[in-house]
């Protein structure tokens, strides 16, 4: 019996991310009036409380911040994805995200490794993920 796996829920405030992820692209928010960049999605910047944020697309350059080699399935649902590389990645704005790390090997994984954004769809939602600059 193949299980549904869970995928992400849009809600107004996250739905420009995931619209521009299924566009293949990457929107943060920056506040306009600190102009630091900001995610999570939210409505008001957690620098300054300003409710003044604009999306805009980034190139995703990213480097792996932290990792996990998960060498058992972190949930029944990814059972065919072992190991599973998860991976909090640093984007060049300086904003940190968790994401799987694809195109790897385990071994390959490293703090600093530098990373280039890959949309991987599945079902009806495209996913952002990262892999190794070659």
Known sequence: MEMSRPLPVATPTTEPFWDGVRNHK????QC?????????PRTNCPHCL????TWREVPGDATIYSFTIA???????????IPQLIA??????????N??????EPADLQVGLALKP???????????CFEPVK
């Open 26 to 29: 990457i929107l943060l928010q």
């Open 99 to 104: 994401t799987n790390i694809v195109n790897a």
């Open 71 to 81: 060498r058992r399935p972190t949930a029944p649902h990814f059972a065919d994805e």
């Open 88 to 97: 909090v990645v640093e984007l060049a704005q300086g904003v940190r995200m």
């Open 32 to 40: 306009n009036d600190c102009t630091k960049w900001v995610f999570y």
């Open 50 to 53: 300003s409710n003044q944020l």
């Open 118 to 128: 890959i949309f991987k769809t599945i079902k009806d939602a495209t996913l952002l």
